[in-house]
């Protein structure tokens, strides 16, 4: 065989192993990044001095061939299946649009928690049931709703939050024809969502599967009739005291809660909250300020490492992960809630948090 067509045969070979999609998904160490930078109050008096507290993210790639050779040469590589990212029958083509409403959501919980946790007395409204989940395939499919839609009627019937919509379409028969109200998602590029007016969409359910039981709802019982392969949560609208954005541009998922929890409440407060350390950390958070779990905190301990973070808080159920990849510099805190958080951080040195505006 001549050079030339051996050399051709190679590079052949190695373009068909980067379009050789094996179907799953790598997680690698990501970035662990100044908060502070990233966040705009207005509306209420701010401290000018930023305390160093790093949210952490990780790198999620879906693998090829190729660069699933090159992951064998990398440290710090989770391999995950699609089924263990999405919930079954959801398409993988959802994911990314899931990871910026976990954003979005998750951006709305650290103010509300933060002005709350500073004494704020913060009201709720329910604005409806935003899609959360869309199956493939399925009636929500065919009609074009798409993960971050709000649904705000049925039938002409307002719809206030998840378990009203639910009620709504339990006893219905199959091939019954719902006229929804629904304000309709856009995100952008870089993962910001927008909703737009109000649109009419017509959705024909079918049959539910056999075992399906709607749950979490009280006042309903009993098999669920009809179907439309779609899950979602409540919309809630939170009245702030202040103006709030968190720019958080092409990075999705629910875990960068607490930190920016944290860094909303240093913001609002007087002195340093962490002690003048290099904190990071990671965790979901509920308006309420409960910490939930998350993934990747692996492979987010050896970003917060690099970043040079001396103490990383993290969920209490994922201490023993990030210790055992901890090196011997980084102390690793875990915490079940915001308040425990702050006061950990004043056993580290950190001031106790008052609100620079007397909360009303």
């Excluded at 051709?8 to 662990?32: M, R």
Aim: charged share 15%.
């Amino acid at each position: 065989m001549a050079p030339f067509t051996l050399i051709a045969l190679v590079l052949l070979g190695l373009i068909g192993l980067q379009h050789w999609d094996l179907n799953e998904y790598a997680i690698t160490p990501g970035d662990a990044t100044p908060v502070a930078p990233l966040v705009h109050v207005k509306g209420v008096s701010t401290d000018k001095h930023h305390d160093q507290i790093l949210l952490t993210d990780v790198f999620l790639t879906r693998v090829t061939a190729w660069n699933w050779l090159l992951y064998q040469f990398q440290g710090h590589v989770q391999f995950l299946t699609p089924d263990q990212l999405l919930s079954p029958g959801v398409p993988s083509d959802e994911l990314d649009a899931q990871g910026y409403l976990e954003m979005s959501d998750s951006k709305q919980a650290a103010e509300v928690a933060a002005f709350r946790a500073l004494g704020w007395k913060i009201a709720a409204q329910p604005t409806g049931a935003v899609v959360n989940e869309v199956m493939a395939p399925s009636p929500a499919r065919r009609a074009h709703l798409h993960v971050g839609d709000e649904i705000v009627s049925v039938n002409r019937q307002v719809i206030q939050n998840s378990c009203s919509f639910i009620s709504a379409v339990h006893d219905l028969a199959p091939a019954s024809t719902l006229d929804l109200g629904v304000r309709h998602v856009h995100i952008s590029a870089s993962g910001v969502l927008s909703w737009g007016s109000v649109a009419r969409v017509s959705l024909t359910t079918v049959a539910a599967p056999k075992g399906f039981v709607s749950t979490g709802c009280s006042n309903l019982s009993g098999p669920t009739r009809s179907w439309l392969g779609l899950a979602i949560e409540d919309g809630v609208h939170y009245a702030l005291p202040a103006s709030v954005s968190i720019d958080t541009s092409n990075i999705g998922g629910p875990s960068a809660g607490l930190a920016m929890t944290l860094t909303l409440v240093d913001r609002l407060s007087a002195g340093s909250l962490t002690g003048g350390h290099v904190v990071a950390a990671t965790g979901t958070i509920s308006v309420n300020g409960v910490v939930g779990d998350v993934g990747g905190v692996a492979e987010k301990t050896i970003a917060v490492q690099r970043a040079g973070a001396r103490y990383f808080i993290v969920p209490q159920v994922e201490v023993a992960t990030a210790r055992a990849n901890a090196s011997p510099g980084l102390s690793v805190i875990g915490v079940k809630t915001l308040a425990q958080a702050l006061k950990d951080l004043r056993t580290l040195g950190g001031s106790s948090p008052t609100a620079l505006t007397r909360p009303s």
